[in-house]
C-alpha cells in the first residue's frame, strides 16, 4: 500500500458522504453513520504528520468537506422549517377537535 493510500481514501469517503448528504433520503441515514465511523477510524490510524505527497489528498478532502458542511447546513434549515411547520398544523389539528387528553409518562401512584 502506498503512503497517500489512505489520504486518498479520506477523499473517496468526503465524495460519498457530499453525495449522501446532497441527496439526502431519511431511509440512508445509517449510511452516513457507518461512513462517519469509517472516516474516524481512518482519520485515527494516520500519522501526527502526513507525507508530503498526501498534501493534494488532504486539500481535495478539505473542499469536500466544506461542501459537505455546507450541504449538511442547508438541509438541517429545510429539516428545521419542515419541523416548525408540522408542528403548527399538529396544533392547528388539536384545535379542530376533542383531543384525547395526555396521557402520563411515568406512573406516580408508586
Given at each position: 500500500m502506498s503512503e497517500t493510500a489512505?489520504?486518498?481514501r479520506l477523499v473517496e469517503l468526503a465524495e460519498r458522504e457530499l453525495a449522501l448528504v446532497t441527496a439526502f433520503e431519511?431511509?440512508?441515514?445509517?449510511?452516513?453513520?457507518?461512513?462517519?465511523?469509517?472516516r474516524t477510524t481512518l482519520v485515527a490510524s494516520l500519522p501526527e504528520r502526513p507525507p508530503a505527497e498526501a498534501r493534494d489528498a488532504l486539500l481535495r478532502t478539505h473542499e469536500l468537506q466544506q461542501r459537505v458542511t455546507a450541504?449538511?447546513?442547508v438541509l438541517c434549515d429545510q429539516l428545521?422549517?419542515?419541523?416548525?411547520?408540522?408542528?403548527?398544523?399538529?396544533r392547528a389539528?388539536?384545535?379542530y377537535g376533542g383531543?384525547?387528553?395526555a396521557q402520563p409518562l411515568v406512573d406516580w401512584a408508586g
Open positions: 489512505p489520504y486518498e431519511p431511509a440512508r441515514l445509517g449510511e452516513l453513520v457507518a461512513l462517519q465511523q469509517t450541504a449538511l447546513t428545521g422549517r419542515d419541523l416548525t411547520g408540522l408542528d403548527c398544523r399538529r389539528a388539536r384545535g383531543s384525547a387528553p
